[in-house]
């Protein structure tokens, strides 16, 4: 008896580490706490101001409306997994950005409302396994490599993900000159 319940206790906490170990969507408030400051680059009033983070609210403009029409999509644009796909975070992915959460789960509705455009995660990768200071300063630092939390090395193909002929407003998309749009470096030390 004894030995089946470690055996099950093992069993368990091979299946916790194992989910711990895949990281998730916790959504651009939670940036938010530390990547504010100027000192550090003001990264997220930088994003709150820049291209990406109206990207939900786009959808229910009438151009949206018009777009979807033509395309024969019948629910909303911001409803439409075909237009969705591209204007939020983690679309797709079980932590990613939902049509339907259970509106009493104050959590979850915050979470949901923070994947609401194409955040932060969109770009640097699910969060939940870096976002700790001790984990990125540890990054930072390269005591850590980042991508073995979910820290994604940016470049080209993080964006061409969506910046493609698949948008149907899509325009060329010139790397060197379109990041430096987004751009929000920390200040030199
Ligand atoms: C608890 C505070 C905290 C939170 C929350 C946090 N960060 Fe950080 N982040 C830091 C610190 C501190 C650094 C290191 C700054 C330095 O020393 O240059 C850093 C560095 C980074 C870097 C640069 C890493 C490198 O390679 O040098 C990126 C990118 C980053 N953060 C993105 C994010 C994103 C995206 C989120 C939200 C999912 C996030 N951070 C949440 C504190 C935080
Ligand atoms: C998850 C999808 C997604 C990713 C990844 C993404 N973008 Fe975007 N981007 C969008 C959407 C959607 C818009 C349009 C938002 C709107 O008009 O509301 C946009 C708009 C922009 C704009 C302003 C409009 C334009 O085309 O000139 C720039 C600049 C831009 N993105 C640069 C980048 C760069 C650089 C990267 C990669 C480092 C990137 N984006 C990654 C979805 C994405
Ligand atoms: C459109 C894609 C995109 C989005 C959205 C985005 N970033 Fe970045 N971020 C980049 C790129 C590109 C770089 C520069 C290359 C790199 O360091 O990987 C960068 C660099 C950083 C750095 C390092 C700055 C430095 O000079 O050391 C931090 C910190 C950071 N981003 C935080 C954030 C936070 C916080 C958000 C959301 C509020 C965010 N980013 C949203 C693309 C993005
Ligand atoms: C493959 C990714 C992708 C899909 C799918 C997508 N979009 Fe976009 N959307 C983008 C990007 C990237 C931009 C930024 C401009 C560009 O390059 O198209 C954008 C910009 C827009 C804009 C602003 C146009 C402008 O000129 O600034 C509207 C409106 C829009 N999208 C509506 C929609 C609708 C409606 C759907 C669904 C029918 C949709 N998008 C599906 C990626 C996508």
């Known amino acids: 008896m004894k030995k089946l319940i470690l055996l099950l206790l093992s069993l368990a906490s091979i299946l916790v580490i194992g989910q711990e170990a895949k990281p998730e969507y916790v959504g651009s ?16 009033s930088k994003w709150a101001n820049g291209p990406h983070a109206g990207s939900l609210e786009t959808l229910k403009t009438d151009a949206s409306k018009a777009i979807a029409k033509k395309m024969g999509i019948k629910v909303a644009p911001e409803k ?4 969705l796909v591209c204007h939020v975070t983690g679309w797709g992915s079980a932590s990613g950005y939902q049509l339907e959460v259970d509106p009493l789960n104050k959590k979850a509705v915050k ?4 994947l609401e455009a194409v955040g932060c995660e969109s770009c640097h990768g699910a969060g939940s396994l870096y976002k700790s200071k001790k984990k990125m300063i540890a990054i930072a630092d390269g005591t850590v490599k980042g991508e073995t939390l979910g820290l ?8 061409t993900t969506c910046h493609n002929s698949d948008s149907p407003t899509y325009k060329p998309f ?8 987004v751009a929000h470096p920390a200040p030199e030390k």
């Open 152 to 159: 994604t090395n940016i470049n080209e193909k993080t964006c």
């Open 111 to 114: 979470k949901n409302a923070a």
């Open 174 to 181: 010139d790397y060197a000159v379109r990041v430096k749009e």
């Open 29 to 44: 408030k939670k940036c938010k706490i530390c990547h504010s400051k100027a000192e550090v680059g003001a990264q997220y």
């Open 80 to 83: 439409a997994p075909e237009c």
